[in-house]
């Protein structure tokens, strides 16, 4: 089992900044392919991007990228999507999830452990 808890989400202007963070417990952290996803009311969970267990690999959405970066930190057991020029339409609930295999990794249903969400507010 890998417990997933996300922190960081908040309100936020048009054009700012946030990080999120989510914390890792459980199995072997480096094990595992971290994925962001985000959820807005009355839309399907969509993938925002993913790093590989050593973090030398990253995706990121069409939607976000060039906004967004993700990044980890093995030995805090940490992952990170850091969202620059947030826009409106990027509110939503961001969710961390993990796996093992690097396949796919865009698929949420592909992935075995998700945290709570964390809600992202950004306003006009």
């Known amino acids: 089992q890998v417990q997933l808890v996300e922190s960081g989400g908040g309100l936020v202007q048009a054009g700012g900044s946030l990080r999120l963070s989510c914390a890792a417990s459980?199995?072997?952290?480096?094990?595992?392919?971290l994925g962001w996803f985000r959820q807005a009311p009355g839309k399907e969970r969509e993938s925002v991007g993913a790093i590989s267990q050593s973090g030398r690999r990253t995706y990121s959405a069409d939607p976000v990228k060039g906004r967004l970066t993700i990044s980890r930190d093995n030995a805090k057991n940490t992952v990170y999507l850091q969202m620059n020029s947030l826009k409106p339409e990027d509110t939503a609930v961001y969710y961390c999830?993990?796996?093992?295999?690097?396949?796919?990794?865009?698929?949420?249903?592909?992935?075995?452990?998700w945290g709570q969400g964390t809600q992202v507010t950004v306003s006009s």
């Open positions: 459980g199995r072997t952290f480096s094990n595992y392919v």
């Open positions: 999830a993990a796996r093992e295999s690097i396949l796919d990794v865009a698929t949420p249903g592909r992935y075995d452990y």
